[in-house]
Protein backbone atom coordinates (compact mmCIF):
# COMPACT_ATOMS: atom_id res chain seq x y z
CA UNK A 1 0.00 0.00 0.00
CA UNK A 2 1.59 3.29 -0.67
CA UNK A 3 1.89 6.07 2.08
CA UNK A 4 1.84 9.88 1.13
CA UNK A 5 4.08 12.35 2.56
CA UNK A 6 3.43 15.48 3.39
CA UNK A 7 6.95 17.43 2.11
CA UNK A 8 7.52 20.00 -0.29
CA UNK A 9 8.86 17.42 -2.80
CA UNK A 10 6.54 14.90 -3.56
CA UNK A 11 7.77 11.56 -2.59
CA UNK A 12 5.66 8.14 -1.61
CA UNK A 13 6.66 4.20 -1.86
CA UNK A 14 5.16 1.48 -3.07
CA UNK A 15 6.50 -2.36 -4.69
CA UNK A 16 8.47 -3.01 -7.92
CA UNK A 17 10.36 -6.06 -8.71
CA UNK A 18 14.08 -6.51 -9.77
CA UNK A 19 13.98 -6.11 -13.72
CA UNK A 20 16.91 -9.15 -13.80
CA UNK A 21 15.75 -11.56 -10.81
CA UNK A 22 12.25 -10.13 -10.75
CA UNK A 23 12.19 -10.33 -6.99
CA UNK A 24 10.18 -7.85 -5.38
CA UNK A 25 11.74 -4.90 -4.44
CA UNK A 26 10.27 -1.48 -2.52
CA UNK A 27 10.43 1.26 -4.86
CA UNK A 28 10.30 4.93 -3.79
CA UNK A 29 8.59 7.76 -6.30
CA UNK A 30 9.99 11.02 -6.19
CA UNK A 31 9.92 14.58 -7.78
CA UNK A 32 12.92 16.25 -9.34
CA UNK A 33 13.51 19.16 -11.60
CA UNK A 34 9.32 18.71 -12.38
CA UNK A 35 9.60 15.53 -13.21
CA UNK A 36 8.56 12.19 -11.18
CA UNK A 37 11.60 9.75 -11.37
CA UNK A 38 10.82 6.30 -9.49
CA UNK A 39 14.24 4.74 -8.17
CA UNK A 40 14.71 0.80 -6.83
CA UNK A 41 17.61 -0.90 -5.09
CA UNK A 42 17.73 -5.00 -5.55
CA UNK A 43 20.35 -6.53 -2.94
CA UNK A 44 21.73 -8.64 -5.81
CA UNK A 45 21.12 -6.23 -8.92
CA UNK A 46 21.33 -2.96 -7.00
CA UNK A 47 20.00 0.34 -8.35
CA UNK A 48 17.91 1.19 -11.10
CA UNK A 49 16.10 4.20 -11.55
CA UNK A 50 13.52 4.85 -14.23
CA UNK A 51 11.17 8.60 -15.53
CA UNK A 52 7.94 7.45 -14.10
CA UNK A 53 5.72 10.32 -15.23
CA UNK A 54 7.05 13.20 -16.94
CA UNK A 55 5.55 15.82 -15.15
CA UNK A 56 5.33 16.65 -11.80
CA UNK A 57 2.62 19.05 -12.29
CA UNK A 58 0.12 16.61 -13.83
CA UNK A 59 1.18 14.00 -11.34
CA UNK A 60 0.23 15.59 -8.28
CA UNK A 61 -3.15 16.91 -9.94
CA UNK A 62 -4.27 13.37 -10.76
CA UNK A 63 -2.41 11.99 -7.46
CA UNK A 64 -4.78 14.25 -5.29
CA UNK A 65 -7.84 14.15 -7.27
CA UNK A 66 -7.91 10.35 -8.11
CA UNK A 67 -5.90 8.25 -6.29
CA UNK A 68 -7.72 8.31 -3.00
CA UNK A 69 -10.41 7.38 -4.89
CA UNK A 70 -13.67 7.39 -2.79
CA UNK A 71 -14.18 3.78 -3.83
CA UNK A 72 -11.23 1.19 -4.40
CA UNK A 73 -12.28 -2.23 -6.76
CA UNK A 74 -13.30 -5.33 -4.51
CA UNK A 75 -12.12 -7.49 -7.36
CA UNK A 76 -13.27 -10.99 -8.00
CA UNK A 77 -15.99 -12.60 -5.90
CA UNK A 78 -14.61 -15.43 -7.45
CA UNK A 79 -10.93 -15.41 -8.01
CA UNK A 80 -9.45 -17.95 -10.08
CA UNK A 81 -5.93 -18.80 -8.28
CA UNK A 82 -4.92 -18.54 -4.52
CA UNK A 83 -2.53 -16.04 -2.63
CA UNK A 84 0.78 -18.17 -2.44
CA UNK A 85 4.08 -16.36 -3.50
CA UNK A 86 2.19 -13.13 -3.66
CA UNK A 87 1.87 -10.47 -6.24
CA UNK A 88 2.81 -10.40 -9.28
CA UNK A 89 3.33 -14.22 -9.27
CA UNK A 90 -0.05 -15.12 -8.68
CA UNK A 91 -1.79 -14.21 -11.49
CA UNK A 92 -4.48 -15.20 -11.55
CA UNK A 93 -7.01 -13.37 -10.94
CA UNK A 94 -5.76 -13.75 -7.35
CA UNK A 95 -7.51 -12.33 -4.29
CA UNK A 96 -5.30 -9.40 -3.72
CA UNK A 97 -6.18 -8.52 -7.05
CA UNK A 98 -9.07 -5.15 -6.77
CA UNK A 99 -10.65 -5.17 -10.35
CA UNK A 100 -12.69 -7.33 -12.09
CA UNK A 101 -11.98 -7.74 -16.02
CA UNK A 102 -13.03 -4.73 -18.09
CA UNK A 103 -11.52 -5.82 -21.43
CA UNK A 104 -10.51 -9.36 -21.67
CA UNK A 105 -7.73 -9.92 -24.26
CA UNK A 106 -7.20 -13.48 -25.66
CA UNK A 107 -4.42 -13.98 -27.87
CA UNK A 108 -5.51 -16.51 -30.76
CA UNK A 109 -2.02 -17.17 -31.95
CA UNK A 110 1.19 -15.66 -32.19
CA UNK A 111 2.08 -16.18 -35.88
CA UNK A 112 1.84 -12.98 -38.11
CA UNK A 113 2.31 -11.46 -41.62
CA UNK A 114 4.93 -8.92 -40.58
CA UNK A 115 7.86 -9.05 -38.35
CA UNK A 116 7.94 -5.94 -36.67
CA UNK A 117 11.27 -4.95 -35.41
CA UNK A 118 10.11 -3.46 -31.89
CA UNK A 119 7.62 -6.92 -31.43
CA UNK A 120 9.73 -9.98 -30.12
CA UNK A 121 6.23 -11.78 -29.15
CA UNK A 122 5.97 -13.04 -33.28
CA UNK A 123 6.45 -16.76 -34.02
CA UNK A 124 9.39 -15.66 -36.42
CA UNK A 125 11.15 -14.41 -33.37
CA UNK A 126 9.91 -16.43 -30.83
CA UNK A 127 10.94 -19.58 -33.14
CA UNK A 128 7.51 -21.97 -31.83
CA UNK A 129 3.78 -21.18 -32.57
CA UNK A 130 1.49 -20.65 -30.14
CA UNK A 131 -2.37 -20.98 -31.40
CA UNK A 132 -4.80 -22.12 -28.82
CA UNK A 133 -7.65 -24.23 -30.03
CA UNK A 134 -10.85 -23.42 -31.05
CA UNK A 135 -12.26 -25.21 -28.01
CA UNK A 136 -9.68 -23.70 -25.85
CA UNK A 137 -10.37 -20.48 -26.90
CA UNK A 138 -14.36 -20.86 -26.12
CA UNK A 139 -13.31 -21.99 -22.87
CA UNK A 140 -11.39 -18.72 -22.25
CA UNK A 141 -14.41 -16.63 -23.04
CA UNK A 142 -16.38 -18.91 -20.58
CA UNK A 143 -13.98 -18.48 -17.92
CA UNK A 144 -14.05 -14.28 -18.71
CA UNK A 145 -18.01 -14.21 -18.35
CA UNK A 146 -17.83 -16.18 -15.25
CA UNK A 147 -16.36 -13.60 -13.24
CA UNK A 148 -18.56 -12.50 -10.48
CA UNK A 149 -19.77 -9.81 -9.54
CA UNK A 150 -19.45 -8.48 -13.21
CA UNK A 151 -19.16 -11.11 -16.45
CA UNK A 152 -17.09 -9.27 -18.57
CA UNK A 153 -18.70 -8.07 -21.62
CA UNK A 154 -15.90 -6.70 -23.68
CA UNK A 155 -13.14 -8.59 -25.63
CA UNK A 156 -10.15 -8.17 -27.73
CA UNK A 157 -9.04 -11.19 -29.99
CA UNK A 158 -5.65 -9.90 -30.57
CA UNK A 159 -2.12 -11.92 -30.79
CA UNK A 160 -0.04 -12.10 -32.91
CA UNK A 161 -2.05 -11.18 -36.07
CA UNK A 162 -5.59 -12.49 -35.34
CA UNK A 163 -6.66 -12.55 -38.43
CA UNK A 164 -4.24 -15.02 -40.17
CA UNK A 165 -7.30 -17.58 -38.18
CA UNK A 166 -9.81 -18.35 -40.74
CA UNK A 167 -12.25 -19.47 -38.09
CA UNK A 168 -12.19 -15.80 -36.64
CA UNK A 169 -15.23 -15.22 -37.28
CA UNK A 170 -16.67 -18.12 -36.13
CA UNK A 171 -14.63 -17.18 -32.61
CA UNK A 172 -16.64 -13.74 -33.08
CA UNK A 173 -19.63 -15.99 -32.97
CA UNK A 174 -18.54 -17.66 -29.75
CA UNK A 175 -18.10 -14.97 -28.10
CA UNK A 176 -21.36 -12.88 -28.89
CA UNK A 177 -23.17 -16.48 -27.80
CA UNK A 178 -21.46 -16.38 -24.47
CA UNK A 179 -22.76 -13.15 -24.37
CA UNK A 180 -20.46 -10.96 -25.14
CA UNK A 181 -21.72 -7.52 -25.77
CA UNK A 182 -18.09 -5.82 -27.15
CA UNK A 183 -16.04 -7.75 -29.53
CA UNK A 184 -13.16 -6.18 -30.73
CA UNK A 185 -10.04 -7.12 -33.37
CA UNK A 186 -6.94 -5.80 -32.67
CA UNK A 187 -5.17 -6.13 -36.45
CA UNK A 188 -2.19 -4.75 -38.29
CA UNK A 189 -4.56 -4.88 -41.39
CA UNK A 190 -2.45 -6.01 -44.21
CA UNK A 191 -5.44 -8.79 -44.52
CA UNK A 192 -7.82 -6.39 -44.08
CA UNK A 193 -6.60 -4.09 -46.91
CA UNK A 194 -6.22 -6.91 -49.80
CA UNK A 195 -9.41 -9.25 -48.41
CA UNK A 196 -12.68 -7.08 -48.45
CA UNK A 197 -14.57 -10.24 -47.97
CA UNK A 198 -13.02 -11.61 -45.25
CA UNK A 199 -13.33 -8.03 -43.64
CA UNK A 200 -17.07 -8.12 -43.90
CA UNK A 201 -17.63 -11.82 -42.67
CA UNK A 202 -15.88 -10.77 -39.10
CA UNK A 203 -18.46 -7.61 -39.25
CA UNK A 204 -21.84 -9.79 -39.89
CA UNK A 205 -20.36 -12.27 -37.38
CA UNK A 206 -20.43 -9.39 -35.03
CA UNK A 207 -17.21 -7.63 -34.56
CA UNK A 208 -17.70 -4.35 -33.42
CA UNK A 209 -14.77 -2.34 -33.53
CA UNK A 210 -11.48 -2.59 -35.06
CA UNK A 211 -8.08 -1.75 -32.99
CA UNK A 212 -5.84 -0.46 -35.98
CA UNK A 213 -2.34 -0.46 -35.77
CA UNK A 214 -1.15 2.98 -36.92
CA UNK A 215 1.80 4.62 -36.25
CA UNK A 216 1.39 7.73 -38.37
CA UNK A 217 1.08 9.21 -41.55
CA UNK A 218 4.32 9.10 -42.70
CA UNK A 219 6.44 6.05 -43.62
CA UNK A 220 9.71 6.61 -42.14
CA UNK A 221 7.92 6.35 -38.29
CA UNK A 222 6.67 2.59 -39.91
CA UNK A 223 10.36 1.68 -40.98
CA UNK A 224 11.59 2.67 -37.78
CA UNK A 225 8.84 0.60 -36.16
CA UNK A 226 7.57 -1.81 -38.83
CA UNK A 227 10.73 -2.06 -41.08
CA UNK A 228 8.34 -1.28 -43.75
CA UNK A 229 7.85 1.39 -45.83
CA UNK A 230 4.47 0.33 -47.58
CA UNK A 231 1.79 0.83 -44.39
CA UNK A 232 0.58 4.42 -44.87
CA UNK A 233 -1.54 2.99 -48.13
CA UNK A 234 -2.73 -0.01 -46.55
CA UNK A 235 -4.31 1.54 -43.32
CA UNK A 236 -5.89 3.92 -45.56
CA UNK A 237 -7.28 1.28 -47.69
CA UNK A 238 -8.71 -0.29 -44.50
CA UNK A 239 -10.66 2.75 -43.43
CA UNK A 240 -12.02 2.57 -46.97
CA UNK A 241 -13.04 -0.86 -46.96
CA UNK A 242 -14.66 -0.32 -43.13
CA UNK A 243 -16.57 2.54 -44.67
CA UNK A 244 -17.75 0.58 -47.44
CA UNK A 245 -18.97 -2.84 -45.21
CA UNK A 246 -20.59 -0.49 -43.09
CA UNK A 247 -18.28 -0.90 -39.91
CA UNK A 248 -18.40 2.67 -38.19
CA UNK A 249 -16.19 1.76 -35.04
CA UNK A 250 -12.36 1.94 -35.92
CA UNK A 251 -9.48 2.55 -33.09
CA UNK A 252 -6.07 3.75 -34.43
CA UNK A 253 -3.98 2.36 -32.17
CA UNK A 254 -0.33 4.54 -31.85
CA UNK A 255 3.16 2.95 -30.82
CA UNK A 256 4.76 6.25 -29.46
CA UNK A 257 8.29 6.34 -29.45
CA UNK A 258 10.46 9.21 -28.82
CA UNK A 259 11.86 10.99 -31.64
CA UNK A 260 10.03 8.50 -34.10
CA UNK A 261 6.97 9.47 -34.32
CA UNK A 262 6.18 12.03 -31.50
CA UNK A 263 5.97 15.15 -34.15
CA UNK A 264 2.90 13.07 -35.32
CA UNK A 265 0.25 13.68 -32.78
CA UNK A 266 -1.27 16.04 -33.87
CA UNK A 267 -1.64 14.99 -37.65
CA UNK A 268 -3.38 11.54 -36.65
CA UNK A 269 -5.43 13.38 -34.45
CA UNK A 270 -6.80 15.82 -37.41
CA UNK A 271 -6.80 12.15 -39.58
CA UNK A 272 -9.18 10.63 -36.66
CA UNK A 273 -11.40 13.85 -37.27
CA UNK A 274 -11.41 13.97 -41.02
CA UNK A 275 -12.61 9.99 -41.00
CA UNK A 276 -15.27 10.49 -37.98
CA UNK A 277 -17.59 8.76 -39.56
CA UNK A 278 -15.65 5.64 -39.09
CA UNK A 279 -12.48 5.94 -36.60
CA UNK A 280 -14.15 6.32 -32.64
CA UNK A 281 -11.17 6.53 -31.23
CA UNK A 282 -7.29 7.53 -31.46
CA UNK A 283 -5.25 5.00 -28.39
CA UNK A 284 -1.79 6.35 -27.55
CA UNK A 285 1.01 3.89 -26.22
CA UNK A 286 3.73 5.07 -25.29
CA UNK A 287 6.32 2.06 -26.38
CA UNK A 288 7.70 -0.35 -23.56
CA UNK A 289 11.32 -0.25 -22.66
CA UNK A 290 13.69 -3.81 -23.55
CA UNK A 291 17.03 -4.37 -22.58
CA UNK A 292 19.15 -2.75 -19.90
CA UNK A 293 19.58 1.51 -20.37
CA UNK A 294 22.05 3.06 -17.90
CA UNK A 295 20.16 5.87 -15.85
CA UNK A 296 20.73 8.88 -18.22
CA UNK A 297 19.90 6.48 -21.24
CA UNK A 298 16.57 5.79 -19.49
CA UNK A 299 15.99 9.81 -18.80
CA UNK A 300 16.87 10.27 -22.11
CA UNK A 301 14.68 7.49 -24.20
CA UNK A 302 10.97 6.90 -21.74
CA UNK A 303 7.86 9.13 -23.33
CA UNK A 304 5.34 8.90 -20.39
CA UNK A 305 1.77 9.69 -20.57
CA UNK A 306 2.20 13.79 -19.78
CA UNK A 307 4.91 13.62 -21.98
CA UNK A 308 2.44 12.50 -24.96
CA UNK A 309 0.02 15.26 -23.60
CA UNK A 310 2.35 18.02 -23.79
CA UNK A 311 2.95 17.11 -27.41
CA UNK A 312 -0.78 17.40 -28.02
CA UNK A 313 -1.28 20.58 -26.99
CA UNK A 314 1.72 21.54 -29.00
CA UNK A 315 0.71 20.10 -31.79
CA UNK A 316 -3.00 20.97 -31.49
CA UNK A 317 -2.10 24.51 -31.55
CA UNK A 318 -3.48 24.61 -27.85
CA UNK A 319 -7.25 23.14 -28.97
CA UNK A 320 -6.33 20.23 -26.09
CA UNK A 321 -4.51 21.59 -23.50
CA UNK A 322 -3.16 19.60 -20.59
CA UNK A 323 -6.47 20.13 -18.17
CA UNK A 324 -8.56 18.94 -20.52
CA UNK A 325 -6.99 15.45 -19.98
CA UNK A 326 -8.83 12.79 -16.82
CA UNK A 327 -7.38 9.89 -15.69
CA UNK A 328 -8.95 6.35 -16.71
CA UNK A 329 -10.34 5.43 -13.35
CA UNK A 330 -12.51 8.75 -14.18
CA UNK A 331 -15.69 6.93 -14.89
CA UNK A 332 -15.66 5.04 -11.64
CA UNK A 333 -18.46 7.35 -9.65
CA UNK A 334 -20.81 7.37 -12.97
CA UNK A 335 -20.43 3.37 -12.86
CA UNK A 336 -21.33 3.66 -9.07
CA UNK A 337 -24.01 6.20 -9.52
CA UNK A 338 -25.75 4.12 -12.40
CA UNK A 339 -25.96 1.09 -9.85
CA UNK A 340 -27.99 2.87 -7.76
CA UNK A 341 -30.11 4.16 -10.10
CA UNK A 342 -30.82 1.62 -12.01
CA UNK A 343 -30.16 -1.56 -9.46
CA UNK A 344 -27.59 -3.17 -11.63
CA UNK A 345 -23.75 -3.64 -11.43
CA UNK A 346 -21.77 -1.76 -14.34
CA UNK A 347 -18.05 -2.21 -15.29
CA UNK A 348 -16.02 -0.49 -12.66
CA UNK A 349 -12.94 1.23 -14.13
CA UNK A 350 -11.22 1.65 -10.66
CA UNK A 351 -7.77 1.51 -12.41
CA UNK A 352 -4.35 3.45 -11.27
CA UNK A 353 -5.16 7.00 -12.46
CA UNK A 354 -1.28 7.01 -13.73
CA UNK A 355 -2.09 3.75 -15.93
CA UNK A 356 -3.91 6.09 -18.27
CA UNK A 357 -5.64 9.31 -19.12
CA UNK A 358 -8.38 10.03 -22.06
CA UNK A 359 -10.32 13.00 -23.40
CA UNK A 360 -12.94 13.36 -25.88
CA UNK A 361 -13.34 15.76 -28.79
CA UNK A 362 -17.04 16.67 -29.86
CA UNK A 363 -16.70 17.61 -33.85
CA UNK A 364 -18.97 20.29 -35.40
CA UNK A 365 -19.92 19.79 -38.79
CA UNK A 366 -17.25 22.53 -40.04
CA UNK A 367 -14.23 19.65 -38.61
CA UNK A 368 -13.54 22.10 -36.01
CA UNK A 369 -13.49 20.24 -32.64
CA UNK A 370 -13.57 21.66 -28.98
CA UNK A 371 -12.53 19.23 -25.82
CA UNK A 372 -15.63 17.89 -23.61
CA UNK A 373 -14.26 19.59 -21.05
CA UNK A 374 -14.67 22.88 -22.86
CA UNK A 375 -19.08 22.06 -23.45
CA UNK A 376 -19.33 20.79 -19.65
CA UNK A 377 -17.90 20.38 -16.22
CA UNK A 378 -16.39 16.79 -16.06
CA UNK A 379 -15.88 17.13 -12.46
CA UNK A 380 -19.18 18.39 -11.07
CA UNK A 381 -20.45 15.62 -13.91
CA UNK A 382 -18.71 12.98 -11.87
CA UNK A 383 -18.71 14.86 -8.38
CA UNK A 384 -22.84 14.60 -9.10
CA UNK A 385 -22.94 10.66 -9.47
CA UNK A 386 -20.84 10.39 -6.02
CA UNK A 387 -23.80 12.11 -4.62
CA UNK A 388 -26.32 9.85 -6.38
CA UNK A 389 -24.14 7.06 -5.57
CA UNK A 390 -24.18 7.89 -1.46
CA UNK A 391 -27.61 9.34 -1.40
CA UNK A 392 -28.33 5.88 -2.91
CA UNK A 393 -26.33 3.70 -0.22
CA UNK A 394 -28.33 5.92 2.56
CA UNK A 395 -31.53 4.58 1.14
CA UNK A 396 -32.52 7.89 -0.09
CA UNK A 397 -33.69 7.13 -3.74
CA UNK A 398 -35.71 10.31 -4.14
CA UNK A 399 -33.02 12.44 -3.31
CA UNK A 400 -31.11 10.25 -5.68
CA UNK A 401 -33.04 10.62 -8.22
CA UNK A 402 -32.71 14.46 -7.93
CA UNK A 403 -29.56 15.16 -7.84
CA UNK A 404 -28.98 13.39 -11.10
CA UNK A 405 -31.42 16.00 -12.31
CA UNK A 406 -28.56 18.67 -11.49
CA UNK A 407 -26.67 17.24 -14.38
CA UNK A 408 -28.66 18.71 -16.99
CA UNK A 409 -28.05 22.25 -16.22
CA UNK A 410 -23.89 21.11 -16.28
CA UNK A 411 -24.38 20.84 -20.00
CA UNK A 412 -23.36 24.11 -22.24
CA UNK A 413 -24.45 22.58 -25.65
CA UNK A 414 -28.19 21.09 -26.41
CA UNK A 415 -26.14 18.09 -28.30
CA UNK A 416 -24.50 16.92 -24.72
CA UNK A 417 -27.79 18.15 -22.62
CA UNK A 418 -29.92 15.67 -25.22
CA UNK A 419 -26.90 12.71 -24.76
CA UNK A 420 -26.71 12.77 -21.13
CA UNK A 421 -30.25 12.66 -20.84
CA UNK A 422 -30.17 9.57 -22.99
CA UNK A 423 -27.46 7.80 -21.62
CA UNK A 424 -29.71 8.68 -17.81
CA UNK A 425 -32.50 7.65 -18.73
CA UNK A 426 -31.45 4.63 -21.11
CA UNK A 427 -28.51 3.80 -18.59
CA UNK A 428 -27.76 1.02 -21.19
CA UNK A 429 -24.52 0.17 -23.07
CA UNK A 430 -26.50 1.11 -26.33
CA UNK A 431 -27.13 4.69 -24.96
CA UNK A 432 -23.72 5.12 -24.39
CA UNK A 433 -22.28 4.16 -27.87
CA UNK A 434 -24.85 6.66 -29.04
CA UNK A 435 -22.63 9.63 -27.26
CA UNK A 436 -19.52 8.04 -28.86
CA UNK A 437 -20.90 8.47 -31.95
CA UNK A 438 -20.92 12.24 -31.59
CA UNK A 439 -17.15 12.22 -30.79
CA UNK A 440 -13.76 11.05 -31.06
CA UNK A 441 -12.10 9.60 -27.99
CA UNK A 442 -8.45 10.43 -27.38
CA UNK A 443 -6.65 7.80 -24.67
CA UNK A 444 -3.41 7.14 -23.90
CA UNK A 445 -1.82 4.52 -21.61
CA UNK A 446 1.49 3.58 -20.71
CA UNK A 447 1.69 -0.18 -20.45
CA UNK A 448 4.30 -1.57 -17.52
CA UNK A 449 7.66 -3.04 -18.00
CA UNK A 450 10.12 -4.83 -16.14
CA UNK A 451 11.86 -1.43 -15.56
CA UNK A 452 8.89 0.87 -14.19
CA UNK A 453 6.58 -1.78 -12.80
CA UNK A 454 4.51 -0.65 -10.13
CA UNK A 455 2.51 -3.40 -8.46
CA UNK A 456 0.00 -0.90 -6.75
CA UNK A 457 -0.85 -0.39 -10.52
CA UNK A 458 -1.21 -3.86 -12.12
CA UNK A 459 -3.04 -4.95 -8.82
CA UNK A 460 -5.44 -2.57 -10.12
CA UNK A 461 -5.28 -3.46 -13.54
CA UNK A 462 -8.74 -4.23 -15.25
CA UNK A 463 -7.49 -4.79 -18.67
CA UNK A 464 -6.90 -8.93 -18.29
CA UNK A 465 -5.64 -12.07 -20.84
CA UNK A 466 -7.69 -14.79 -20.53
CA UNK A 467 -5.16 -17.92 -20.85
CA UNK A 468 -5.46 -21.78 -22.07
CA UNK A 469 -4.07 -22.77 -18.60
CA UNK A 470 -7.32 -21.38 -17.19
CA UNK A 471 -5.83 -18.42 -15.54
CA UNK A 472 -6.72 -14.67 -16.13
CA UNK A 473 -4.00 -12.44 -15.79
CA UNK A 474 -3.08 -8.54 -15.70
CA UNK A 475 -2.27 -7.07 -19.15
CA UNK A 476 1.17 -5.77 -17.89
CA UNK A 477 2.15 -8.54 -15.61
CA UNK A 478 1.28 -11.35 -18.37
CA UNK A 479 3.50 -9.52 -21.08
CA UNK A 480 6.39 -8.82 -18.50
CA UNK A 481 6.11 -11.70 -16.53
CA UNK A 482 4.15 -14.64 -17.20
CA UNK A 483 3.73 -14.71 -21.49
CA UNK A 484 6.97 -16.98 -21.95
CA UNK A 485 6.03 -19.91 -19.67
CA UNK A 486 2.18 -19.75 -20.25
CA UNK A 487 3.13 -19.84 -23.98
CA UNK A 488 5.50 -22.69 -24.22
CA UNK A 489 3.66 -24.84 -22.34
CA UNK A 490 1.21 -24.83 -25.12
CA UNK A 491 3.13 -24.01 -28.21
CA UNK A 492 4.29 -26.30 -30.41
CA UNK A 493 6.97 -26.09 -33.27
CA UNK A 494 7.41 -24.44 -36.11
CA UNK A 495 8.21 -27.01 -38.31
CA UNK A 496 5.18 -29.39 -36.44
CA UNK A 497 3.13 -26.68 -37.16
CA UNK A 498 3.89 -26.19 -41.07
CA UNK A 499 4.13 -29.85 -42.01
CA UNK A 500 0.70 -30.55 -40.06
CA UNK A 501 -1.10 -27.69 -41.92
CA UNK A 502 1.16 -27.61 -44.91
CA UNK A 503 1.52 -23.88 -44.84
CA UNK A 504 4.12 -20.61 -44.04
CA UNK A 505 3.51 -19.41 -40.32
CA UNK A 506 3.09 -16.07 -41.71
CA UNK A 507 -0.17 -17.43 -43.74
CA UNK A 508 -3.74 -17.52 -43.12
CA UNK A 509 -5.06 -20.74 -41.72
S1 LIG B 1 -1.44 -8.69 -10.64
FE1 LIG B 1 -3.38 -9.10 -9.64
S2 LIG B 1 -3.87 -11.25 -10.09
FE2 LIG B 1 -1.69 -10.92 -10.50
S3 LIG B 1 -0.71 -11.57 -8.59
FE3 LIG B 1 -0.99 -9.32 -8.54
S4 LIG B 1 -2.92 -9.03 -7.47
FE4 LIG B 1 -2.85 -11.18 -8.10
S1 LIG C 1 -2.78 -2.78 -18.80
FE1 LIG C 1 -1.08 -2.02 -17.54
S2 LIG C 1 -1.19 0.18 -17.83
FE2 LIG C 1 -3.18 -0.63 -18.45
S3 LIG C 1 -4.52 -0.62 -16.62
FE3 LIG C 1 -3.49 -2.59 -16.68
S4 LIG C 1 -1.68 -2.34 -15.39
FE4 LIG C 1 -2.38 -0.30 -15.95
Given at each position: MVEAKEQEKFEIYSTSICPVCQRRIPMRIYEEDGVIYLEKTCPEHKEFED?????????KWFFKNWYTARYVGDG??????????GCPYDCGLCPQHKTHTVLGIIDVTNRCNMACPICFAYAGASNYVYEPSYSQIVEMIRNLTSNKPWACNSLQFSGGEPTL????????????????????????GLRLAEDKEYFRTLKKAGMDTLYLQFDGLREEPCRKLRGRTDLVPIKEKVIENAREIGLKSIVLVVTLAKNVNDKDLGSIINYAVKNRDVVRCVNIQPISMAGRARKEEMREMRITIPDAIKLIEEQTQGAITRWDWRPVNWPVPVSKGMEI?????????????MCGAATFIVVEDDGSYKPITKIIDVDKFANTFWEVYYAGIRGEKTLAKTKLLNLLSLAKSDLIRGLVKNVVTKGSYEALGELMYKMVMIGIMHFQDVWNMDLDRVQKCAIHYATPDGKIRSFCTYNSLHRNDVEKQFAVSISEWTSKTGRKVNEPV
Open positions: VYWGDAELYLENPHTGIMKRNDLPDLIREAKKAGIRHVEVNSNLKSRTYPEFTMHP
